[in-house]
């Protein structure tokens, strides 16, 4: 990992702590990768797990090397190479740089098959297949509430997302997919869940307190009338806004329309 140098970089206008929602295909990634462009003078550090930055980058006519202040981790199933990776780029950022990840859901799924993997020696899957051919009344993906969880969220939400977020220096920005509520599932009628449920009939994939952790949260999705590209703010903590609006982003991405719509430098 080098360093990439800073020049005549702007001064820091509070952090952004950005989570963008949207199904297949909604431009979340290309959002990230327009932070770099836009901030040549900032590092942009995106964590990806699907190995869609540099596909996007093409898109763009892009390549890693043109772009150096834009930097990848690649996320694999070993979740303490990455963590080493995270906690390296942790000492480099400073105010104004953004951290990104691609595909939070991914992340909460990650660190489950890896705990698994290092605890129990199998993949998630074999040890819920085990438990079942034996039998065993299980909790919850098959981990014991009191001594498998806890482990889990602190690796994941301690250690990762919320040092990440609440506790460092930078800018973040996350995506994450939408699911849809099962026909058993207790609708949430109530914040922001309860929001995505009503107004759009879908839920962020992840971790479900990710959601509270951001300041700021966009559904991105396109219209139904015309099929242009669009968000709609569903939380934006400490700024107004209208969750019926839909400001398009067609022919450009998220940042720079929301950035000029709040007056953000």
């Given at each position: 990992?080098t360093?990439t140098?800073m ?5 820091d ?7 963008l929602?949207g ?26 797990p ?7 980058l ?5 390549t890693?090397?043109?772009l150096?202040?834009?930097?990848l981790?690649?996320v694999?199933k ?11 780029w ?11 990840f691609?595909?939070?859901?991914r ?5 489950q098959g890896?705990?698994?993997?290092t ?27 009191l ?22 220096r930078?800018?973040?920005m ?13 609708i ?10 009503s ?14 952790r ?12 015309n099929?242009?590209?669009?968000f ?12 019926n609006?839909?400001h398009?982003?067609?022919?450009s ?11 953000i430098?």
């Amino acid at each position: 990992m080098t360093e990439t140098p800073m020049v005549n970089a702007p001064p820091d206008s509070g952090r952004e702590k950005v989570m963008l929602v949207g199904g297949s295909d909604t431009s979340k990634t290309r959002a990230l990768v327009t932070l770099a462009m836009m901030y040549p003078d900032r590092r942009v550090v995106i964590l990806d797990p699907d190995d869609g930055v540099k596909k996007t980058l093409m898109e763009f006519g892009y390549t890693l090397s043109t772009l150096p202040n834009l930097s990848l981790i690649q996320v694999t199933k070993d979740w303490s190479a990455m963590m080493a990776l995270y906690n390296q780029w942790r000492e480099v950022l400073v105010e104004g740089d953004w951290l990104c990840f691609d595909m939070l859901g991914r992340f909460w799924d990650l660190v489950q098959g890896y705990y698994s993997q290092t605890v129990f020696g199998k993949s998630h899957a074999e040890h819920l297949l085990e438990l079942k051919r034996m039998s065993k009344q299980t909790s919850f993906n098959g981990f014991d509430g009191l001594t498998d969880w806890p482990l889990i969220k602190n690796m994941h939400n301690t250690e990762l997302i919320d040092d990440a977020v609440l506790f460092s220096r930078f800018n973040v920005m996350a995506t994450t997919s939408v699911g849809n509520f099962s026909p058993k599932e207790k609708i949430p009628k109530d914040g922001v869940m309860g929001l995505f449920a009503s107004k759009f009939g879908v839920k962020p994939e992840g971790e479900k307190h990710n959601i509270y952790r951001f300041d700021t949260i966009a559904f991105l999705h396109q219209n139904a009338t015309n099929q242009a590209y669009v968000f709609n703010i569903v939380k934006d903590r400490g700024r107004p806004f209208d969750i019926n609006t839909e400001h398009s982003i067609q022919g450009s991405a998220f940042w720079p329309v929301y950035r000029e719509l709040k007056g953000i430098v």
